[in-house]
């Protein structure tokens, strides 16, 4: 039997989502909590590995198991082992055809930005504060520059093992609301800090360092050495993962805090 799981957790005592042999991964804690639940070995595979100190809102993933249990038993025997900072939202028996990386058909990323003159003790480890003046509308337009397919070498990190550069974003915006910026982007796939890349890219033209135009001259580009820093990781949240309708999964609970 194959087991689809919906996931949340904060990323900030994690080395990423991947089981670590040094280190402490997402993988590993939820994988010994339902290991309790189905009283065997079990292997996660997730939609999308996050980096160190990356957050995940609506990431999925699937195991396999002999063991049958409730919907409820899977997700109240795993919650009760994992700890406070990783949850399952949700747990569906689905066919052997679903595969949590595989049959995705696009994931969605928020960055959020704290834009004002004082830091935030509270968000220190879910936003980016950048106390610069930043202009959202300049940096949504410039964005739309990256929408398509395209080659994005020049946003992708040079530890990236990704087999080709190429990536479809379809869609991507900035909007602000108050002192808060979130940079939204939903593509078929993501290369290693492609995200952080644009963001630390858009952030650089919002502040007025950079002319609009200049997110697509990166682009074409492909030279990673011309773009913007990196963004911090703690201010990236996987907020979605989206598959065809045939497998019938649950909805994000999640999204209806946008």
Same mark, same amino acid.
């Given at each position: 039997?194959r087991?689809?799981?919906?996931?949340e957790?904060d990323?900030?005592?994690?080395?990423?989502?991947?089981?670590?042999?040094?280190?402490?991964?997402?993988?590993a804690?939820?994988?010994?909590a339902?290991?309790?639940?189905?009283?065997?070995?079990?292997e996660?595979?997730?939609a999308g590995?996050t980096?160190?100190?990356?957050?995940?809102?609506?990431?999925?993933?699937?195991?396999?198991?002999?063991s049958?249990?409730e919907?409820?038993?899977?997700?109240l025997?795993?919650?009760s082992?994992?700890?406070?900072?990783?949850?399952?939202?949700?747990?569906?028996?689905?066919n052997?055809?679903?595969?949590?990386?595989?049959?995705a058909v696009?994931?969605?990323?928020?960055?959020l930005i704290?834009?004002?003159?004082?830091?935030? /003790?509270?968000?220190?480890?879910r936003?980016?504060?950048v106390?610069?003046?930043? !202009?959202?509308?300049?940096?949504?337009?410039?964005?739309?520059?990256?929408?398509?397919?395209?080659?994005?070498?020049?946003f992708?990190?040079?530890?990236?093992?990704?087999?080709t550069?190429?990536?479809?974003?379809?869609s991507?915006?900035?909007?602000r609301?108050?002192?808060?910026l979130?940079?939204?982007v939903?593509?078929?796939?993501?290369?290693?800090h492609m995200?952080?890349?644009?963001?630390?890219?858009?952030?650089?033209?919002g502040?007025?360092?950079?002319?609009?135009?200049?997110a697509?001259?990166?682009? !074409?580009?492909?030279d990673?050495t011309?773009?913007?820093?990196a /963004?911090?990781?703690?201010g990236?949240?996987?907020?979605?993962?989206?598959?065809p309708?045939?497998?019938?999964?649950?909805?994000?609970?999640n999204?209806?805090?946008?």
């Open positions: 039997m087991i689809a799981i919906g996931l957790y990323g900030t005592a994690y080395n990423g989502w991947q089981r670590q042999r040094t280190g402490h991964g997402v993988q804690c939820v994988e010994q339902l290991e309790t639940v189905a009283n065997h070995p079990v996660v595979v997730c590995r980096d160190t100190g990356v957050h995940a809102s609506g990431q999925v993933a699937h195991f396999d198991t002999d049958e249990r919907p409820r038993s899977w997700l025997g795993a919650n082992n994992l700890p406070d900072d990783v949850n399952l939202t949700w747990t569906q028996a689905v052997d055809e679903f595969h949590a990386r595989y049959s696009s994931r969605s990323y928020r960055y704290l834009n004002r003159l004082q830091r935030s /003790a509270l968000f220190r480890h936003a980016w504060w106390h610069a003046d930043l !202009d959202a509308q300049r940096m949504h337009r410039a964005a739309q520059a990256l929408v398509g397919e395209h080659d994005f070498s020049a992708r990190a040079a530890g990236c093992q990704a087999k550069p190429m990536r479809n974003i379809q991507i915006s900035v909007t609301n108050s002192d808060w979130a940079v939204e939903t593509a078929n796939a993501f290369l290693m995200v952080r890349n644009i963001t630390g890219t858009l952030v650089a033209i502040c007025g360092e950079e002319g609009e135009a200049w697509g001259e990166i682009l !074409d580009s492909r990673r011309r773009a913007g820093v /963004a911090p990781p703690h990236l949240t996987l907020t979605d993962v989206s598959y309708a045939e497998f019938e999964l649950p909805a994000n609970p999204l209806k805090l946008r």
